[in-house]
């Protein structure tokens, strides 16, 4: 048994002995250019993107990837009894809607003023117009949002949020609102070990 353990392995190097030993070429000529000038993981023989984004998450191809983000935006401005006048506070608000606005090119915005039920309600029709004009105008002129993304409607005392007789609730229901969404698409970035998300 041992000799037929042996025996095996001389059997291999005896049948490849008679071979003939193939040299290769000192050097091969290099058919694609296999450089990655963009640091993408995508070399330049199949590369359809140049000049990718750093980090940029890519296809096969070496083109980036696009993903949507939906965004939403909630404004809530509060006024002064019988009052349309926007306060200094209010514009820290309007400013990011107007930033908003801008990332949502598409999106078209609707100001809903309202009142309190103090006072008649053909009056509180009119102040929540008032309000809401109020807000309109300052996203137009102050922040240059075009006006025909911007339409303002008075509710008057219709729909308020507390429906009591208090001072929290007289407060609470003058106010102008805004909500909007909207989305936008943005290169895709790849995982790296700093990425929070």
């Known amino acids: 048994m041992n000799k037929l353990i042996l025996l095996i392995p001389a059997l291999f190097l005896a049948g490849c002995a008679n071979q003939e030993i193939v040299t290769m070429q000192d050097t091969s000529s290099q058919v694609n250019d296999l450089r990655?000038?963009?640091y993408d993981g995508v070399?330049?023989?199949r590369e359809?993107?140049?000049e990718t984004l750093n980090g940029a998450s890519v296809n096969n191809d070496g083109c980036p990837k696009d993903k949507t983000i939906k965004q939403s935006f909630r404004l809530d401005v509060k006024f002064?009894?019988?009052s349309s006048k926007l306060l200094p506070s209010n514009y820290a608000k309007l400013e990011q809607l107007?930033?908003?606005l801008e990332e949502q090119d598409g999106a078209v915005v609707t100001i809903e003023g309202h009142a309190s039920k103090v006072g008649n309600p053909a009056y509180n029709l009119a102040l929540s117009q008032r309000r809401a004009d109020a807000v309109a105008n300052a996203l137009v002129e102050d922040f240059d949002i075009?006006?025909?993304r911007v339409e303002a409607i008075g509710y008057g005392d219709a729909e308020p949020l507390i429906d009591e007789d208090s001072e929290l609730a007289h407060e609470t229901n003058r106010r102008v609102m805004a909500s909007l969404s909207g989305e936008y698409s943005t290169t895709d970035m790849r995982w790296t070990i700093f990425t929070s998300e």
């Open 36 to 38: 990655d000038l963009d």
């Open 43 to 45: 070399i330049k023989a």
């Open 48 to 50: 359809l993107c140049d």
């Open 80 to 82: 002064a009894n019988d």
């Open 98 to 100: 107007a930033a908003f």
């Open 146 to 148: 075009p006006v025909s």
